[in-house]
């Protein structure tokens, strides 16, 4: 390992038994044992399938992750994305050292200190003054340090006027501001962090971003940074890595590795939404396809910005239900996964007496900048409380090309951000 790796990953797999018995069986463990006497491979290293959630597998063991192989450099900002499922959590929890790896090994210099899951480790009972004590000891640091860096660490969280307030009462918002602030302050030589951004507000997500800057920049220590916030990769990380289905598919700079992600989501929409497994909802109803439809009335996936522009959901009826009841809702968002905007018939003051197949979202004028997006549609109900029947996010991808929106013989920029349907005036 050269002088500025600071981490080495090399061929680490892990592999988990499937249902309710753990690591194996006794026959499983004999198995294992008479191999290992005899100097030969675990038998069970050569079975397992990979870790595709969506489809029934044919062996009881799985690879959460297999063949992951990167090195890192002191001061480098590394960035881990993937969809839910793809082994993002468990490559971070093998290298934090919560669980040992099945097959390779990981070359380290310096200290690691993880924020896997928020609060780990914080008692209830114990204000948030004993619980940063209480938790840097876990992430070992001694408690001349935390006496030396309690004020900082207290005036980061933000929650100076509860920390001497039992944490049971803290919101979730205020631990991971804690937890974050503990973690931040520990000066480790690499910093693992797994979706802590997720529960913050705006305003804690920024400060955690700049916090996060200043150890990689002014520091030079290392970050592992996983997120599905696209656009906090692309401002944070350097360098980025793409899992899919337990395996490393990509490695690039940050901006290419977002492409590269978002473009694989892309290929993997069907026009045919009824085969989508990766769907909420109680099942009354099911999206089928999803249309873009332009003036003519021809189905598109590219069209400029200003022009006409109608959304048809095709669907298909498991059930009888009451029409004046549904609420149909279409999102779209940016390459960034940032919403940009959103669309439900309620606010509309739409009341469906009848659906024969499809509904339509019509648009006059498609306030889109020019850009790549992406649509999510739902449909659901609000009798009492709102009830998913069907919401499917990736449906359908489109490419805004800038246009002459205010018609004026001058095209907007491209931006990948909404207009706003007004005009400028002066006295």
Request: aromatic residues 8%; neutral net charge; hydrophobic residues 40%.
């Amino acid at each position: 390992m050269s002088s500025d790796v600071i981490l080495k990953v090399e061929n680490v797999g892990k592999q988990y038994r499937l249902g309710l018995v753990g690591t194996g069986t006794i026959s499983h463990d004999l198995n294992r044992w008479w191999n290992s006497i005899r100097g030969k491979e675990d038998p069970y290293l050569k079975v397992g399938e990979s870790n595709n959630r969506s489809e029934k597998g044919n062996s009881d063991y799985v690879w959460a992750i297999k063949n992951i192989n990167f090195e890192v450099k002191r001061g480098e900002v590394l960035g881990i994305i993937g969809k839910n499922g793809a082994g993002k959590s468990t490559l971070l929890k093998i290298l934090s050292r919560v669980t040992g790896p099945t097959t390779g090994q990981i070359k380290t210099k310096g200290r690691i200190a993880s924020l896997l899951e928020v609060g780990t480790g914080f008692h209830p009972e114990m204000t948030g003054r004993e619980n940063i004590y209480l938790n840097g000891a876990i992430l070992g640091m001694t408690k001349a340090e935390i006496n030396s860096k309690i004020d900082e660490i207290i005036d980061f969280s933000g929650c100076l006027r509860y920390v001497d307030t039992p944490v049971k009462r803290y919101s979730s918002g205020m631990k991971v501001r804690l937890a974050f602030a503990v973690a931040a302050h520990l000066e480790p030589d690499i910093l693992v962090v797994d979706e802590v951004l997720a529960v913050g507000d705006a305003e804690f997500q920024k400060k955690a971003i700049g916090k996060m800057q200043d150890i990689s920049h002014s520091d030079g220590r290392t970050v592992l940074f996983v997120s599905h916030n696209m656009a906090a990769v692309k401002n944070l990380c350097s360098r980025a890595v793409v899992l899919d289905n337990g395996e490393s598919i990509f490695d690039g700079t940050s901006d290419q590795a977002v492409n590269f992600y978002l473009n694989l989501q892309s290929s993997k929409n069907t026009e045919n939404l009824l085969t989508r497994t990766d769907r909420k909802g109680t099942g009354e109803i099911r999206f089928s396809k999803v249309e873009l439809l332009n003036q003519d009335g021809n189905a598109v996936t590219e069209i400029i910005s200003g022009e006409y522009a109608k959304f048809r959901l095709h669907m298909v009826f498991n059930r009888d239900v009451n029409y004046k009841d549904l609420i149909f809702g279409l999102v779209i968002y940016d390459n960034n996964e940032n919403k940009i905007a959103d669309f439900y018939s309620d606010e509309m003051g739409i009341v469906f007496d009848n659906i024969d197949s499809y509904v339509d979202l019509e648009l006059n004028k498609l306030m889109l900048r020019g850009g790549d997006y992406y649509i999510a549609i739902a449909v659901q109900t609000a009798i009492r409380v709102v009830q998913q029947i069907d919401v499917i996010h990736h449906v359908l991808n489109i490419k805004v090309f800038s246009g002459d929106y205010w018609v004026s013989s001058k095209n907007n920029r491209a931006t990948n951000v909404a207009l706003i349907d007004g005009i400028f005036g002066a006295n």
